[in-house]
């Protein structure tokens, strides 16, 4: 009972206290409201007062006047901003660590497109080696044909040329044997007449020296 009285002793007091900085908040309020808008001329008379404690003051003040001045609420609500100003605390670091993964990831991230980029100049130029070495090999084939078609040619002419050559020689040594063959045959044409004259000749000797012979005898015989 009697800390139920107290409890209700200390809620009374901090709503007093709080209604006195509510009003002392309204008071600085107004000073710091009219002070900002000669703060040029002001400056070194009427100090400026931040607003951000103000503020946040202020939203506390509000803030615990949601509760009815219940002080067990109160220190409830307390205890929980408390730790949530603890883990407002560690946002930065929180934050920073984000920012540090957040930085590494970006670094990944550039690496990864620096060798996606790299391997893409590397794909082009395989691409463009390929192509050239594509046109050389279609230029090579293309010389080949032609090559093949200039030598076919020329072994065609070469062999035709040869075989005309072969004709030309067959036919001469064919004209050469005939006119051999004739001269031979004039000049054996030519032997024979000549033995036959002398075969002639020789019978009419043999019948020259006949009549001579038998003109002999007849002589003899007359004797």
């Known amino acids: 009972m009697n800390g139920h009285t107290q409890s209700s002793k200390d809620a009374q007091q901090m709503s007093r206290q709080l209604r006195r900085q509510k009003r002392r908040q ?8 009219t002070g900002s808008s000669d703060e040029a001329s002001h400056a070194g008379a009427n100090p400026r007062i931040p607003r ?21 609420q109160i220190e409830c609500a307390l205890g929980n901003l408390l730790q949530k100003d603890e ?9 920073t660590e984000l920012q540090h993964s957040k930085n590494e990831q970006s670094c990944r991230v550039e690496e990864e497109q620096s060798r996606l980029a790299e391997l893409q100049r590397q794909l082009n130029d395989e691409q463009s080696s390929l192509e050239i070495s594509r046109q050389t090999l279609d230029e090579d084939r293309k010389q080949l044909e032609a090559e093949k078609k200039r030598f076919k ?8 040329k040869a075989i005309v050559v072969e004709k030309k020689k067959i036919e001469d040594e064919s004209k050469k044997l005939i006119k051999q063959e004739k001269k031979a045959t004039a000049v054996k044409i030519e032997g024979a007449t000549q033995q036959i004259r002398q075969l002639q000749n020789q019978v009419l ?14 002589l003899f015989r007359t004797f």
């Open 26 to 33: 309204a008071r600085l309020g107004t000073i710091e409201v």
């Open 52 to 72: 951000e404690p103000i503020e946040r003051l202020a939203a506390v003040i509000k803030f615990l006047g949601l509760y009815n001045n219940d002080v067990e």
């Open 87 to 95: 883990k407002i605390s560690h946002l930065p670091l929180t934050i």
């Open 153 to 160: 040619a020329e072994e065609t002419a070469r062999y035709d």
């Open 205 to 218: 000797e043999l019948i020259v020296a006949k009549e001579n012979a038998e003109t002999t005898l007849s």
